[in-house]
């Protein structure tokens, strides 16, 4: 079996046929981790996990492009991708009441996102800080809950970095930083995820060095569709990401999935 542990079946492409997809995932023994990243796509997750007895999970929190208002591209895939963003504030005690369900494995994503940012020092300044104490707040309350942490950082490694001043259990997801940032991350006995951004990315070395039983895989669905696939990710595509590092890492197919399965469990208590 595999498990992605990043997946968005709780986001909109999903909106019209999510538990065909779901189905498709579970039949083909994968498990997913539906991860939120504001109060309404959090709530979601936990709805679709709550169907379904095994094998489909949810994360709860507030990521970090959703601290501020406007259009939000991102160009990590083939064709450009545009949505809004409306600026929330992070509620402790409702993401703590969401959390509450059996089927949440972990707070996130949180992190931090200087990818867009302001051009005049003071409200980059602001833009920073912000960002800074949401992830605390949020770190708090994983701590509280007993929770690991779904990390998302880009272009503010050494920000997440700094700001991990209390021991937690989680996943720098989607890693893209170099060796000398991994090794931090790793140090602090975090794990790195993995997906369709190593096809796209030189993070060969990254993989060669990092240990087996410190990776997790996943799809960032509907993101980052892995070759020879084309259109919208899901779930069933992790298998592509899992090959991928199989073949970096000169190991079988089989070891790759059999331990990322077993970090995978280990860490979210599957």
């Not at 019209?16 to 539906?34: E, P, Q, T, Y």
């Not at 094998?55 to 545009?82: N, Q, R």
């Amino acid at each position: 079996m595999l498990i992605d542990t990043h997946a968005h079946l709780n986001f909109n492409a999903y909106k019209d046929d999510v538990d065909n997809v779901i189905k498709r995932s579970l039949d083909n023994n994968i498990w997913m981790i539906n991860v939120g990243s504001q109060l309404s796509t959090s709530k979601m997750a936990v709805e679709l996990s709550e169907k379904y007895p095994e094998g489909v999970y949810a994360a709860v929190g507030l990521h970090p492009i959703h601290l501020s208002e406007g259009i939000f591209k991102t160009k990590i895939d083939k064709e450009e991708i545009e949505f809004n963003t409306r600026e929330e504030e992070f509620d402790y005690k409702e993401y703590k009441k969401l959390a509450q369900s059996k089927k949440v494995v972990a707070l996130g994503e949180i992190g931090f996102d200087y990818w867009y940012r302001p051009k005049t020092k003071k409200k980059l300044e602001e833009f920073k800080n912000k960002q800074k104490e949401v992830f605390k707040k949020q770190l708090e309350l994983a701590r509280e809950l007993n929770l690991p942490v779904i990390f998302h950082c880009r272009i503010a490694h050494q920000d997440l970095i700094e700001s991990l001043n209390i021991k937690v259990s989680g996943v720098v997801h989607c890693f893209s930083g170099n060796w000398q940032e991994a090794e931090r991350y790793l140090e602090k006995d975090l794990h790195l995820g993995f997906n369709g951004i190593i096809f796209k990315l030189n993070l060969d070395e990254i993989i060669e060095k990092t240990p087996l039983e410190r990776m997790l895989i996943e799809t960032d669905c509907p993101y980052l569709t892995p070759p020879p696939m084309e259109g919208r990710n899901e779930p069933i595509y992790v298998r592509h990401v899992a090959e991928k590092i199989a073949k970096i890492k000169k190991k079988s197919y089989e070891e790759i999935a059999e331990i990322t399965t077993k970090n995978a469990k280990s860490l979210f208590g599957l």
